[in-house]
């Protein structure tokens, strides 16, 4: 483990000298490319230094225990060298995790798309409060947040929105939402008070860099209609909404959230390539290591994630059995326990792996 941070470390020292040179500057593709990498080994660098310096502390503290001292120093002495040595061992825990495979895509910006699913106009409703929800979280953690297509309904419900979320790390956190989220409330228009139960899904995708995915322009069908749906004088008067279907894989994409038809073609192409290379990912994951895929959960769209009770103010996420007795704040984009454990079960998952195939 400790030849595997030193390199690690070695590798940091040479990105830093890299990334400071003009003629990588120059080259936006390398750039991006070292940065990222960079930005991953800065975080397990730093926990590799904290240990360094504590085994250096101990180094130290035995040292001084060897020497002459009186009854009351000697005693300090092994109260420092229990504190340093559980440190130690803490750090040595951390470093492990650290070194597991990490997922390509952690430190990428994502889109987001969250769809009504059963349950009409509530679902719908249901689906804005879960778009609150990851805006409020984004604003927590510094992430900006972007509409690439809303589709609304009279009531304030989505059928369908696309939202980017940009910010380093922001795949990390958010890629446990994919899936279904059932919600159980009574409904403002219950006259008769009965709890409903609806749901919304949610999709979450690592934004591609420009870079990245190559699109043949031959390989796009496109076509301009005039957007539809709740708001706005402008609506219905052009034809600036814009539908793209990319004929190799059928994959559709459709924008009407600009009112120029420039922009709606810009945003709906950022939402395609990061449809590609979740497929092209997928794909490849699947050819290489299916024993790869998280424990915590597939990400799959079609499976229930998680459930929002209304009347007993539980949110549980079904993956790991946490259940949290703090629904309010949550929506209001407290999530970071429950994302958090989240984490920690793909890691001990991961960590279980490691430790079995060796």
């Known amino acids: 483990m400790l030849n595997k941070l030193k390199s690690l470390k070695n590798r940091y020292e040479e990105l830093s000298a890299l990334l400071a040179q003009p003629e990588t500057m120059n080259d936006q593709k390398r750039y991006r490319e070292l940065a990222r990498e960079h930005a991953q080994l800065s975080e397990i660098v730093a926990a590799y230094d904290r240990y360094t310096a504590t085994v250096q502390e101990l180094a130290d503290c035995r040292a001084m225990l060897s020497e002459q001292h009186d009854a009351e120093m000697r005693e300090l002495i092994h109260a420092e060298l229990t504190a340093l040595e559980e440190a130690e061992t803490k750090l040595v825990e951390e470093l492990k995790f650290m070194l597991l495979p990490r997922d390509p895509n952690d430190e990428r910006s994502v889109i987001i798309e969250i769809r009504a699913g059963t349950g009409g106009d509530e679902a719908a409703l249901f689906g804005a409060d879960l778009l609150r929800m990851y805006q409020r979280y984004?604003?927590?953690?510094?992430?900006?947040?972007?509409?690439?297509?809303?589709?609304?309904?009279?009531?304030?419900?989505?059928?369908?929105?696309?939202?980017?979320?940009?910010?380093?790390?922001a795949y990390s956190r958010m890629k446990f939402e994919s899936g279904v989220h059932r919600v159980q409330r009574?409904?403002?228009?219950?006259?008769?008070?009965?709890?409903?139960?609806?749901a919304a899904t949610v999709a979450v995708l690592p934004e591609a860099d420009d870079v990245e995915v190559e699109i043949n322009p031959?390989?796009?069908?496109?076509?301009?209609?005039?957007?539809?749906?709740?708001?706005?004088?402008h609506v219905n008067k052009t034809e600036s909404a814009i539908r793209i279907t990319h004929l190799p894989t059928?994959?559709?994409?459709?924008?009407?959230?600009?009112?120029s038809q420039h922009k709606n073609k810009d945003k709906a192409m950022r939402v395609l390539k990061s449809r590609l290379l979740e497929l092209y990912q997928s794909q490849a994951a699947e050819a290489e290591a299916t024993n790869r895929k998280s424990q915590v959960g597939s990400g799959d769209r079609s499976e229930r994630?998680?459930?929002?009770?209304?009347?007993q103010n539980r949110v549980t996420d079904h993956r790991i059995g946490l259940t949290l007795?703090?629904?309010?704040?949550?929506?209001d984009g407290d999530?970071?326990?429950?994302?958090?454990?989240?984490?920690?079960?793909?890691r001990t998952a991961q960590l279980s792996g490691e430790t079995a195939e060796h």
């Open 250 to 259: 059928g994959l559709v994409v459709q924008c009407q959230d600009e009112r």
């Open 138 to 169: 984004a604003e927590r953690h510094g992430f900006k947040a972007e509409f690439l297509n809303e589709n609304m309904t009279e009531m304030g419900g989505v059928k369908e929105v696309v939202l980017s979320l940009s910010g380093r790390g």
């Open 335 to 346: 999530m970071d326990e429950l994302i958090d454990a989240l984490i920690l079960a793909e």
């Open 218 to 233: 031959n390989d796009l069908q496109i076509d301009t209609y005039r957007s539809g749906g709740a708001g706005g004088q």
């Open 186 to 198: 009574v409904p403002e228009t219950e006259s008769q008070g009965r709890i409903h139960t609806s």
């Open 325 to 331: 007795y703090k629904l309010e704040a949550f929506m």
């Open 305 to 311: 994630i998680r459930t929002y009770n209304f009347p």
